[in-house]
């Protein structure tokens, strides 16, 4: 399927919406990258094969999420002086 520029900013306007409007629960991913694709015109048949790792996917991305939030909170903390107050 040929994707032209226009489509190609279409889907990371959207996608990029989506993602800042989308909630954190499972199975979510699958409801955006729907909308995401219609919203070009591309048949929505092909999900089917996404959802066999849908969950796997999902699983990575709530991990990459965990981990970033973590360590953000790491970082702020240190430059608070807040870690120096943790008994271990």
Same mark, same amino acid.
């Given at each position: 399927?040929?994707?032209? $520029?226009?489509?190609? $900013?279409?889907?990371l306007l959207t996608a990029t919406l989506a993602?800042?409007?989308? *909630?954190?629960?499972?199975?979510?991913?699958? +409801? !955006?990258? *729907? !909308? %995401?694709? =219609?919203?070009? #015109? +591309?048949?929505?048949?092909?999900?089917? $094969? +996404?959802?066999? %790792? =849908?969950? +796997?996917?999902? !699983?990575?991305?709530? *991990? &990459? @999420? %965990?981990? #970033?939030?973590? /360590?953000? *909170? &790491? %970082? &702020?903390? /240190? @430059? =608070? @002086?807040?870690?120096? @107050?943790?008994?271990?």
């Open positions: 399927m040929d994707l032209g $520029l226009t489509g190609q $900013l279409t889907i993602s800042i409007g989308t *909630a954190g629960a499972p199975g979510v991913g699958i +409801i !955006m990258l *729907a !909308m %995401v694709l =219609e919203s070009i #015109g +591309i048949p929505l048949d092909g999900i089917a $094969l +996404i959802l066999g %790792v =849908e969950r +796997i996917i999902d !699983m990575c991305r709530t *991990a &990459v @999420n %965990v981990t #970033g939030d973590l /360590s953000c *909170a &790491v %970082v &702020v903390s /240190s @430059n =608070e @002086n807040e870690l120096s @107050n943790v008994s271990t």
